[in-house]
């Protein structure tokens, strides 16, 4: 899909069942930081899952908040989507974890209370 703005996303958003993002080490070192569109879709309610590298484990907790596959490692990313799919009956509550964890940690209120402290 490529870059979108926030009012084509959020579309894109309401109609998945999970969120997968697999993020790794770009050849030259570069990686993701903690992923924004993660962050937006904890927020909406969907389960998400990424893997295991830069700030990402900071923002999901395995098995608690959404799930973390191993970098570059395609069996351990399908085992994660298998793992979520197959547990429906808890998505409820991993979803609704993750939303807290978005409320509580990353929204503008937090933020300008974390920055004014600095300065």
Do not use: Y
Request: hydrophobic letters at 45%; glycine letters at 6%; a negative charge.
């Amino acid at each position: 899909m490529g870059s979108l703005s926030h009012q084509a996303v959020f579309p894109w958003l309401r109609e998945a069942d999970i969120f997968v993002l697999a993020c790794k080490q770009d050849h030259n070192g570069d990686r993701d930081g903690i992923p924004v569109v993660l962050m937006e879709a904890m927020a909406v309610g969907i389960p998400v899952i990424s893997t295991q590298i830069s700030g990402i484990p900071e923002l999901i907790e395995d098995g608690v908040s959404g799930f973390l596959a191993v970098p570059n490692d395609s069996q351990s990313l399908a085992d994660k989507i298998m793992q979520c799919l197959s547990q429906s009956e808890q998505m409820a509550m991993i979803t609704s974890q993750a939303r807290a964890k978005i409320e509580a940690s990353f929204n503008i209120e937090k933020t300008t209370e974390q920055l004014l402290e600095l300065f």
